[in-house]
């Protein structure tokens, strides 16, 4: 029986079952090898996807710039600092990974930035949050790989193809630069074909050894010392590794490396802790270079807001506001509370009401950092068909609802400029409606029902103050004698207040036939007023 890597070609080159369930980058015609001189295999239960982030260290410290300059990230200390990783800026002016930073410089001007580990964890942490809208099984396989169970999920996305696509998007609006993706069976083997560039799905364990025959050792992550070992024995790739005595290669290195191996080719059980989302939200952005002008702050604004939204779907949740801080240079903050009328989760609309509260607005000084904060996140609701003739949600989600639109006007022309009547639970015609901003929270004496209105018929339109009406033969008159209904509402109260009111209201009609609400005090001169109009 031919050992793992031996008997095969050492090209990754899918199983004709996967080739009907899940799609791969092509691969180099000359390279590949026929499907029949592989041997059959039963589609593995799991799926893991793993999605290598080879410039997260850099991307995370440069995507809140819309402006793209040279940066490079080195690694080490001294005279041993080397550039780890390069942006496209630097890449085009010819800077390598591998050189000093003096080197760098003389190609052109470059920012150099320095590696935080504690960052990068972060990050991760955050990644796996966002991610959780994919799947619920997602882990972490430091330093810059995401694991995504995602078997079950194909369905949802229209197999892995879909699930690809979305991933992409998704990481570029995050303002990821570099990334890569493979699929396996086991969460080490898709680990390391993404570390190895190796863009494909493995379906089946069986096929997984000639798949990961061909990479270098450089995907396994090990010490310098190990890996200088194993290349002075001309082991280059894991398919020389498997080709050694097990027993030597225990004794001349570490068994923690064969359990490596096992674990990757699905002979021992990979455990991984699943991660768990926050109940809220909290991410500061740090910015390269100060910002003095507020409209180049909304490439990292709307990186924060996808960050969100992706939080806000993976958990099913909405939330009914969100806040801004902006940290300037001299230490100070200022933030900017952005309120909801009717919660959500809509990317695309935070992003407008952001850029619309802020176009009103100037920064009072340059601006070093952003910060966004959300929380009390609420279960969403099954939506609810508001209209007769809209055609169904997925209509809805092009067109802008009427909650939005006020948002959005909250957001142009501040949170006093929109009023809403409410009603109170108080029978003085007067007392009984105020206005208040659009959603202000209903609590204490103010409520959306009165049982005043339920029992008797007001009108929407009454007078500032009520005003005296001229008596005839003991009615009302206005433009002539009134037409009093026969019922009447008698309304007493205030005395809580030192105002004793005491009042008969009547629905009067004049020789027009429009209706006017008037009342008669019960006590002083017993006079006629006129308090409203029906219309």
């Known amino acids: 029986m031919n050992k793992p890597g031996e008997g095969v070609s050492p090209v990754l080159t899918p199983l004709q079952p996967l080739q009907r369930l899940i799609h791969s980058v092509p691969r180099t015609p000359p390279r590949a090898v026929p499907v029949g001189a592989l041997p059959a295999a039963t589609p593995s239960p799991v799926l893991w996807l793993a999605i290598h982030l080879p410039q997260l260290a850099l991307d995370i410290i440069t995507r809140a710039h819309a402006e793209r300059r040279a940066c490079v990230l080195v690694d080490g200390d001294g005279v041993r600092q080397r550039i780890a990783c390069v942006n496209r800026e630097a890449a085009r002016l010819g800077i390598r990974p591998g050189m000093a930073p003096g080197a760098a410089h003389a190609l052109g001007e470059v920012q150099v930035l320095a590696r935080t580990p504690a960052a990068e964890d972060a990050a991760l942490a955050r990644l796996c949050a966002w991610a959780w809208q994919f799947t619920p099984v997602v882990s972490v396989d430091a330093p810059d790989t995401l694991l995504l169970e995602v078997r079950g999920s194909l369905a949802l996305f229209g197999g892995l193809h879909g ?68 290349h002075g024995i001309g082991v280059h790739t894991l398919g020389d590794c498997w080709r050694l005595p097990r027993e030597g290669l225990t004794r001349r290195f570490a068994p923690a490396l064969l359990q490596e191996f096992d674990r990757a080719l699905g002979r021992e059980p990979d455990p991984r802790s699943a991660f768990t989302p926050p109940a809220c939200f909290a991410e500061r952005l740090d910015l390269l270079w100060e910002i003095r002008q507020v409209q180049m702050l909304a490439t990292g604004m709307e990186r924060l807001l996808h960050e969100l939204g992706g939080n806000l779907r993976a958990q099913g949740t909405v939330l009914r506001g969100f806040t801004w801080t902006l940290h300037h240079r001299d230490g100070e903050r200022t933030s900017h509370r952005i309120a909801l009328v009717a919660p959500s ?124 009406l001229p008596e005839r033969n003991g009615r009302p008159a206005l433009g002539g004698v009134l037409t009093l209904s026969p019922e009447r509402e008698r309304v007493q109260g205030g005395w809580w207040e030192g105002v004793d009111l005491a009042r008969d209201y009547f629905v009067a009609r004049d020789s027009h036939g429009t209706r006017w609400w008037v009342f008669r005090e019960l006590g002083g001169s017993r006079g006629w007023y006129l308090h409203g109009l029906f219309e």
């Not at 609006?173 to 390391?192: C, S, V």
């Not at 364990?205 to 310098?224: G, H, K, N, R, Y």
């Not at 959306?448 to 339109?461: A, E, G, M, Y």
Request: contains cysteine; charged residues 25%; positive net charge.
């Open 163 to 230: 699930l690809l696509s979305r991933l992409r998007r998704g990481l570029r609006e995050l303002g990821m630069q570099g990334f890569a993706f493979a699929a396996a069976p086991t969460p080490r083997g898709a680990t390391w074909l993404a570390r190895g560039r190796q863009t494909a799905a493995i379906d089946s364990l069986a096929a997984l050894p000639a798949a990961l025959a061909m990479l270098p050792l450089d995907v396994l992550c090990l010490p310098v010392k190990q890996l200088q070992d194993l």
């Open 345 to 468: 989760r809509d990317v695309a609309h935070f992003a407008r009401l952001t850029r619309e509260y802020f176009a009103r607005r100037r920064l009072t000084s340059p601006v070093r950092a952003i910060e966004l904060e959300a929380g009390d996140f609420e279960v969403q609701q099954v939506p609810v068909m508001e209209d007769l003739f809209r055609r169904g949600p997925a209509a809805q989600e092009s067109e802008e609802r009427w909650p939005q639109f006020l948002e959005r006007l909250q957001a142009r022309l501040g949170a006093a400029a929109l009023k809403q009547i409410v009603a109170r639970s108080d029978h003085r015609p007067e007392r009984a409606m105020q206005t208040v901003p659009i959603g202000t929270p209903l609590s204490g004496s103010v409520t959306t029902d009165s049982p005043v209105h339920r029992r008797r018929s007001r009108p929407l339109w009454l007078t500032r103050e009520p005003l005296p």
